[in-house]
């Protein structure tokens, strides 16, 4: 008998056995060899992509905001003294053949993005220093479930503004670029999380030295030393339920394991084949069974490059809005790895194009890959999409976000912490969450840990005061 068995050894679920180790016996089960699920970072050749092992690349491309929910996570439970955490320069917005960045202060507001006429610049500074002000008990009650056109048209942007919020930050932080879903108070949120990761270190963004998995393996560091067991290449087959409570789970191979709880950190839809039809609640198989057809994903071209994507490495991510390409109908995430993060040799570069196709466009891929590198062509001119790879491979990365947060799936419209069967508990990015990426996934931890404690170790007022 465990206090807690954990399903999942992604940013989840190494984050929360990090916290609930202090004060329980916990179990963490994950059915692949390696710690970081998602955001785990392996060589092109044990991923199965290329055979080279002198590049380390994340699944996907990780970073996350500076002093937001991970950082927080990672500096209570000490997981910071055991990973080399590295700033990442400010993202970039494209816009008539330039690269912009993100203004800090009220002077750069004035000389940022020219394209952007002087009166409209004034109208997104108050709505800057309106977000900044603005209570989170404000935000909760007003925008959480109203969408961005809403919050356009009451401060009243022009079509500048509507596609720098839209598709340079609502795209990054977001993933969903649809101003009739996204939720406006999501978008606040986020806003203000940037402010604070500015604020702290003049940028929003952190990863870790050779790669976004070693602040997993971090925390793994950490649970171990408080006496949790951590089990690789176990798959879980079923999460064991009787008359509404869980008792436990069961590997594959039939061996069971008494647990006083389950939290599980996958994407929480998996419920659905893990748990006997019998015992899971009509509303809530419902409600998981709504909840995949949300999910979010994107198709990625990525490999290694002989040289940088501009003339000096820029090694951030970009941000390129759909108005800038013409083959797909999508914007572009680009992200060139930092060589400050050891990641690629010497003279070489990690870099990843990714984009929101649409799901018809999945179905001949290797057109999609064709289409994108024209694009990128037209943006990227120093950059010979033919001869400056050392290696590429494409990916489809499915599941970006377990569940999109819209305005119909965003806070106490997500599924958990809890969940309708007791003692069954989930944390993810298709968990209740309050930020994005993996940054979302460690607030959705913060819940869980509060909702099985009964602790509270966050005040969400508090936190989003600036």
């Known amino acids: 008998m465990v206090d807690i068995a954990i399903i999942g050894a992604g940013v989840a679920g190494t984050s ?25 970072t392996r060589t092109p050749k044990e991923w199965g992509w290329f055979n080279s092992e002198n590049y380390l690349f994340d699944f996907g491309h990780h970073v996350a905001a500076t002093n937001s929910y991970l950082e927080y996570l990672l500096r209570k439970t000490g997981a910071i003294n055991f990973l080399d955490f590295h700033l990442i320069k400010m993202p970039l917005f494209y816009k008539k053949g330039r690269f912009h ?30 977000v900044r002000k603005v209570p989170f008990k404000e935000v909760k009650e007003k925008w959480f479930y109203r969408p961005l056109r809403d919050l356009y048209d009451e401060f009243d942007f022009d079509e500048y503004g509507r596609e720098l919020f839209t598709e340079g930050f609502a795209a990054g932080y977001q993933t969903i670029y ?68 869980v008792k436990g789970i069961e590997l594959e191979g039939k061996k069971q394991i008494e647990a006083k709880r389950v939290l599980f950190t996958a994407p929480v839809y998996f419920l659905i084949d893990l748990i006997d039809e019998e015992e899971m609640p009509e509303d809530f198989k419902k409600q998981l069974e709504e909840g995949r057809k949300e999910s979010t994903d994107l198709f990625l071209i990525l490999g290694g490059a002989k040289k940088s994507l501009t003339k000096k490495p820029v090694g951030t991510w970009m941000l390129i809005p759909r108005s800038e390409v013409k083959k797909v109908d999508s914007y572009y ?55 400056d790879w050392e290696w590429k491979t494409t990916f489809y990365f499915p599941i970006v976000d377990g569940i999109g947060r819209t305005i119909d799936w965003y806070w106490e419209k997500r599924i958990g912490p809890t969940t309708p069967i007791k003692n069954l508990f989930v944390a993810g990015d298709s968990a209740q969450e309050l930020s994005t990426g993996t940054d979302g996934v460690a607030s959705s931890v913060i819940f869980a840990y509060e909702s099985i404690t009964g602790e509270k170790i966050l005040d969400l007022d508090a936190f989003y005061t600036l």
């Open 16 to 40: 929360v056995a990090a916290l609930l180790s202090e004060k329980f016996d916990v179990l963490l089960v994950e059915r692949n060899q390696y710690i970081g699920g998602r955001a785990a």
């Open 101 to 130: 960045k993100p203004p800090a202060t009220f002077f750069e507001s004035l000389r940022a993005y020219p394209f952007i006429p002087f009166k409209s610049k004034l109208k997104l500074r108050k709505f800057q220093k309106w």
């Open 178 to 245: 649809d101003i009739d879903r996204n939720s406006a108070g999501d978008l606040i949120l986020c806003m203000k999380i940037f402010e604070r990761g500015v604020s702290k270190y003049k940028t929003p963004l952190f990863s870790a030295k050779g790669g976004f998995g070693n602040i997993s393996k971090a925390f793994v560091r950490i649970a171990e030393e408080n006496g949790a067991k951590i089990q690789l290449g176990k798959n879980v087959s079923k999460i064991i339920v009787k008359n509404g409570e």
């Open 333 to 387: 995430l680009v992200y060139e790895l930092s060589e400050d993060l050891e990641q690629a040799p010497k003279g070489r570069y990690a870099v990843s194009f990714a984009v929101m196709p649409e799901r018809n466009d999945l179905s001949n891929r290797k057109f999609l890959e064709e289409r994108m590198i024209d694009d990128m062509s037209e943006i990227f001119v120093d950059f010979d999409f033919e001869k």
